[in-house]
């Protein structure tokens, strides 16, 4: 199973981020993305459980996101 992860338009809103859903009680992760890609600055936010719900958390509050994506692997 993937990770699901959030794509963030800068280290500073992905930081902000997860403050946020750390203060809602969802356990959130700053990543940097891996692979090709060069849309936004390479971070994500990685939210193993309520992924829906972080998302709309995070529009709601502002954070401009990018898209979503699941990335393969464990940890």
Do not use: Q
């Given at each position: 199973m993937g990770k699901p992860m959030i794509?963030?338009?800068s280290i500073t809103y992905a930081m902000k981020s997860?403050?946020?859903l750390f203060s809602y009680?969802?356990?959130?992760y700053v990543e940097r993305k891996s692979g090709g890609n060069t849309a936004g600055c390479g971070y994500s936010i990685y939210?193993?459980?309520r992924t829906?719900?972080?998302e709309r958390i995070l529009r709601d509050a502002?954070?401009?996101i990018l898209g979503r994506a699941e990335?393969?692997?464990s940890s």
């Open positions: 794509l963030i338009s997860r403050d946020i009680g969802i356990k959130a939210v193993p459980d829906d719900e972080a502002g954070v401009k990335r393969d692997g």
